[in-house]
């Protein structure tokens, strides 16, 4: 089992950035691919980015490329969300998760553990 735990949220001025981590516990988080998912109040969880567990290939939203970067260090069982260029659209709250599957997916469903969430909050 993994347990996840985000950090990094917070308010910030529109076209600004931040940083987001997820750390996981136990000892096989280079098992998993990762992804991170945002949800609006109101709607569904929808897909922003996820990488692979071992060649580290990343995926994007179309609504985010060219904005944020997916990475992750396997050594600190870490997975990281830089976002940059920020809008207010952007305004929601932040997970990130870990599938055990075979290849990569941006299915929420299909991922097999979630963090608690953390809240972004951009300002126009």
């Known amino acids: 089992q993994v347990q996840l735990a985000e950090s990094g949220g917070g308010l910030v001025q529109a076209g600004g950035s931040l940083r987001l981590s997820c750390t996981a516990s136990?000892?096989?988080?280079?098992?998993?691919?990762m992804g991170w998912f945002r949800q609006h109040p109101g709607k569904e969880r929808e897909f922003v980015a996820a990488?692979?567990?071992?060649?580290?290939?990343?995926y994007y939203a179309d609504s985010v490329k060219g904005r944020f970067t997916i990475s992750r260090d396997n050594a600190k069982n870490t997975v990281y969300l830089q976002m940059n260029s920020l809008k207010p659209e952007d305004t929601a709250t932040y997970y990130c998760?870990?599938?055990?599957?075979?290849?990569?997916?941006?299915?929420?469903?299909?991922?097999?553990?979630w963090g608690q969430g953390t809240q972004v909050t951009v300002s126009s």
């Open positions: 136990g000892r096989t988080f280079s098992s998993y691919h």
């Open positions: 990488i692979s567990r071992r060649l580290y290939n990343t």
């Open positions: 998760a870990a599938d055990a599957g075979v290849g990569v997916t941006t299915t929420p469903d299909r991922f097999d553990y």
